[in-house]
Structure formats: structure tokens, C-alpha cells
């Protein structure tokens, strides 16, 4: 009988690995994108994202998302929403890339779920459904911008163009970006009481679990369209610039409504800084500093006496939802186009 032999453990051959890798990225996805009215944990969000830096790519989530059954099931297709988002955002490079592959897929979901009730997950996912595809429309078009809108290094963005017409064409792709945001942050807020809704509630995290990233999207198209409105306004005639003025200053108020809102919600400043715009907007003028973003986390403190805002449904972030708490889920995969409309 030969003597056992000391040696260094078998490394796990690269099949392995891959087979692991799939294994706990499908496991993450499965505890994100549940059937359960609460906010998705950002701890399953991580894990998504660091599987697609170690697989260089989104085709295992791809894979995943498409087992699951998002037609029928309203809760679940909610929260895949905003793990796309996350992913496209914060993933590899190369998810932004990848994820082209589906942009119809996404474009014949927005489709489904057009019809769906106002007011309900299914009319939110429609509308979260327009942000994915243009986020995915927008860093098509400008390659050089990363999906965080922001460069690791914390140096400014390198613009693929330098000429004044490529600055004009970005900040035109930024506006139509922005539009799509403001138009989801919105449609969320329609949907709370702002009486007796909470941000402590799971079923009110649930809906507004989208905010951190809208916020931190928001904040980043801020920063780079006020960079290419001064370029502009140093190259063009004031006048050529009316159009770009009224939107810029349109989303000011609309950023300056929501990030007041957000700010007072207890979930949405636990997970991200919320940026502060400045009293008044850039006039844009050679003379006019060019203002810089503060970020700086909220603070829980006594009521505000002003709200810049004369919208009252926004104006408290503790509510609970003006439609019933769970919606009827689909139970089959089988007519669900019949059960479509009753959903949500």
C-alpha cells in the first residue's frame, strides 16, 4: 500500500468554473427578480453586476432573464426592469453592447404591457420599458460615454466628437434621455398617497426602488448637458440656442422637483447620494461660472417650510399606493394576452 501523497489541491479546470460562475449568477438574478412586492436587495443587484465583470458579458443574464416568466407574472418584470438598468449601468462594457441583441425583445414588451391599467405596475414597466431602450439608443449613438456617465477615474468624459455640431446632437440625445427619466420618476409618484405612504412600507419600495438610479442617471446627464451647454453658447448665436434653453431649464425644474422629493424619502438617501442643484439655473453667459454639482447625502430633520414645487401629490414621500397594494398575477403562460388587460 503506497503512502498517501501531500500536493496542492486540483484547480478547478475552466468548465468548472464556468458552470459555477452560471450557477451562483442564476441564483443571484432568481432572489432579485422575485414575485415578492418589496424593493430588490441591493446585495442581489451586486452580485448580478460582478458576475457580468467575471464573465466579461451578459449572456448568462440574458439566458436567465429569458427563463423566467415576466409576461406573466407583473411583480417579477418590475423588478427585472431596474436589474437591467443597474446592469446596463454598472455592468461590463461589453453588457451595454450585448444587450443591443434584445433591444426588440424590450421594444415587444413595451408593446404588451402598453394597455395596461393607469396607475399600475403594468403601466410602470411600459414607461420604465421606454428608459431601457433609450438608454441603450443613447450609448449607441455616443459609444465614448460610459454607462455610469461617468469616467472611473472621476476625469472628465472624452466626447468622441469636438465639433460644435457634435456637441449639439449630444446634448439633443441627452434631452430625449432625460425626457424618458422624468416621465418614469413621475408616473411613480402619481401612484402614492402622499397621506399615508411610507418609504419603510415593502410594498411602497417596491415601486420606488427605481429612484437611486434615476437619481444617479439623473445627476450624471446633468453634469455632462450643462458642460455641452456653455461649449455651445461659446460657438453659436444665443438665438440657435432657444430650443436647447427651454429644455435644459424645463428638466431643471423637473431634477429640482425630484431630487427635493427624493431626498425626503428615508429608502431612496440610504442608497445614494442626492445631488443639489444650485438656487438658479446657468443663464450660460461667458460671464456665468460654469456651477458644479453637489452630491451630499440628506438628512432626516424637522418639515421644510417651502416645497419648490406646486405639485402637492409630490410633495411627501411617506404614502402608501392610491391602487391596491398586490395586483392580480398571471397564473399561466397560456392566455395571458386574454388576462392582459385586467392586470395592474
Not at 44 to 55: L, N, P, Y
Not at 63 to 68: F, P
Amino acid at each position: 500500500m503506497s503512502a498517501p501523497t501531500l500536493g496542492l489541491a486540483k484547480k478547478p479546470s475552466l468548465t468548472q468554473e464556468r458552470e459555477k460562475l452560471e450557477r451562483d449568477q442564476v441564483e443571484a438574478i432568481g432572489k432579485a427578480v422575485n414575485n415578492v412586492e418589496s424593493a430588490v436587495k441591493e446585495k442581489h443587484i451586486r452580485s448580478a453586476i460582478i458576475g457580468t465583470w467575471q464573465e466579461k458579458g451578459s449572456s448568462i443574464f440574458w439566458n436567465s432573464l429569458g427563463r423566467m416568466p415576466l409576461p406573466s407574472q407583473v411583480i417579477m418584470c418590475w423588478k427585472a426592469m431596474l436589474v437591467i438598468h443597474k446592469l446596463l449601468r454598472e455592468g461590463h462594457p461589453s453588457v451595454l453592447k450585448e444587450s443591443l441583441k434584445y433591444k426588440q425583445m424590450l421594444k415587444d414588451m413595451k408593446e404588451f404591457w402598453k394597455h395596461s391599467t393607469k396607475g399600475g405596475y403594468g403601466w410602470l414597466i411600459h414607461t420604465y420599458l421606454a428608459v431601457l431602450i433609450a438608454k441603450l439608443d443613447f450609448h449607441q449613438k455616443n459609444e465614448s460615454i460610459p454607462g455610469t456617465l461617468r469616467n472611473s477615474d472621476g476625469g472628465p468624459i472624452k466626447y468622441s466628437g469636438t465639433d460644435v455640431n457634435d456637441y449639439f446632437e449630444l446634448a439633443v440625445d441627452i434631452f430625449d434621455y432625460m425626457d424618458t427619466l422624468v416621465d418614469l420618476e413621475k408616473r411613480i409618484f402619481s401612484t402614492l398617497d402622499p397621506f399615508r405612504a411610507s418609504s419603510q412600507l415593502q410594498a411602497v419600495q417596491c415601486r420606488i426602488c427605481p429612484f437611486p438610479v434615476i437619481v444617479q442617471e439623473c445627476g450624471g446627464l446633468y453634469d455632462i448637458v450643462v458642460d455641452m451647454m456653455y461649449k455651445l453658447h461659446a460657438s453659436l448665436p444665443a438665438d440657435t440656442l432657444v430650443g436647447h434653453r427651454e429644455r435644459f431649464y424645463s428638466h431643471f425644474a423637473e431634477l429640482k422637483k425630484f431630487f427635493f422629493d427624493a431626498g425626503n424619502m428615508a429608502y431612496v438617501k440610504a442608497l445614494v447620494p442626492i445631488p443639489v442643484l444650485p438656487q438658479n439655473p446657468p443663464s450660460f453667459t461667458l460671464s456665468d461660472p460654469k456651477p458644479t454639482l453637489v452630491r451630499s447625502a440628506s438628512f432626516e430633520g424637522p418639515p421644510r417650510k417651502s416645497v419648490p414645487t406646486d405639485d402637492f401629490k409630490r410633495q411627501s414621500l411617506m404614502e402608501p399606493l392610491t391602487v391596491p397594494m398586490t395586483e392580480p398575477l398571471f397564473q399561466a403562460d397560456t392566455q395571458v394576452q386574454v388576462q392582459h388587460d385586467s392586470l395592474s
